[in-house]
């Protein structure tokens, strides 16, 4: 009795559906649109980020849009020689005549139209057009630094760590402290002070050829250069301690093969990491920069914006600087994972 129960407990197992076309099991199953995404890791990546790029914007605007507003006075209220007539036209015309509400949705329509308007304080020229007239300088200016940053921060971090605890470390590497300490615009002063005034080799201060681009470039991109050594030379030590390094030396390979072929690549990797913030800095640092030298680039007319309350002009440039600095942080992401296959991109 206790072996019949038994037999007539005992279930069949499902049959097991074969495999082939067509007989996968409902969870192996995946949408086709997922399908295509997962194959596609950099479009799923650059979807992404363009997303919350769009995000980021929108909340700056915002944040920037009343911040400005919050501060008492307006962009009008020093110019004493215009007729309330006059001023009511104005204002009509920026819309500052209507509801804070209703001004920020007018805004971020024009904004969203690549349309800012014209300045508050430069009525015959747009914001646009006042941007485009300085981004070349204010870029001419940011790639000649960074070349800067890099030729004398990757230089002075190689010799560094080539010549571990010497002299030359010693001396590089307090040099790039001091860099670090030092703001562009203490920099500025001294290179001033020194080749312009002491020795007169270089133009103060305007806009015209190469010279004028020598010491402001210079100045932006030396606390940049110094941060850029001291990575270099962290980067290279961990590099040319690991074991395959040993092994090409044990073949046979000269100090300078090892160093390009082996030690190079990934021991540039921190730098790599730090040129997003590099560029932010750069393009923010330049300007303080501008202003001291008095070149007429974004930053010159940013700072202006400020201080002249020049809503639009101001707006546009926040905008493009956050527009500018994203895009170059989601270029270094993207050149990491060229450099090191092994950082996927998520």
């Not at 209220?77 to 006059?86: F, G, R």
């Not at 002075?156 to 300490?181: E, H, N, P, Q």
Request: net charge negative; charged share 15%; hydrophobic share 50%.
């Amino acid at each position: 009795m206790q072996k019949g129960a038994e037999e007539e407990a005992q279930v069949d197992p499902p049959e097991e559906v074969e495999s082939g076309e067509g007989a996968a099991s409902l969870g192996d199953q995946e949408p086709e649109g997922f399908t295509f995404f997962s194959d596609h890791p950099l479009l799923t990546f650059l979807l992404k980020r363009l997303g919350w790029m769009a995000l980021t914007l929108w909340i700056v605007f915002t944040l920037s849009f009343f911040l400005m507003r919050s501060i008492p006075g307006g962009p009008f209220d020093q110019e004493q020689n215009l007729s309330a007539e006059v001023l009511a036209k104005y204002k009509a015309a920026f819309y500052l005549d209507k509801p804070l509400a209703e001004q920020y949705l007018l805004h971020l329509r024009n904004a969203l139209t690549g349309d800012l308007g014209p300045s508050y304080k430069m009525a015959d020229y747009t914001v646009n057009e006042i941007m485009a007239a300085g981004i070349p300088k204010s870029l001419a200016l940011g790639v000649i630094a960074l070349i800067f940053a890099l030729t004398l921060g990757i230089t002075a971090g190689l010799l560094s760590a080539i010549k571990r605890g010497g002299f030359l470390d010693r001396s590089l590497m307090t040099v790039a402290t001091i860099g670090i300490a030092l703001p562009n615009f203490v920099i500025a002063g001294i290179l001033i002070l020194l080749f312009v005034i002491w020795i007169p080799i270089f133009p103060a201060a305007t806009w015209g050829d190469y010279k004028h681009l020598f010491l402001p470039a210079f100045c932006l991109g030396a606390p940049f250069a110094a941060y850029v050594a001291r990575l270099t030379r962290t980067g290279m030590l961990d590099v040319l301690s690991q074991d395959y390094i040993r092994t090409a030396r044990a073949k046979g390979l000269s100090d300078a093969q090892v160093l390009v072929r082996h030690a190079l690549k990934g021991g540039l990797l921190p730098v790599i990491s730090f040129l997003g913030p590099a560029i932010a800095g750069i393009l923010t640092g330049s300007l303080v920069v501008e202003k001291i030298f008095q070149i007429p680039g974004l930053g010159t007319h940013f700072v202006q914006a400020a201080i002249n309350r020049d809503y639009t002009l101001a707006m546009g440039c926040v905008l493009l600087y956050t527009t500018l600095v994203y895009v170059m942080n989601l270029l270094v992401d993207i050149g990491y994972t060229i450099i090191d296959p092994r950082v996927k991109l998520e």
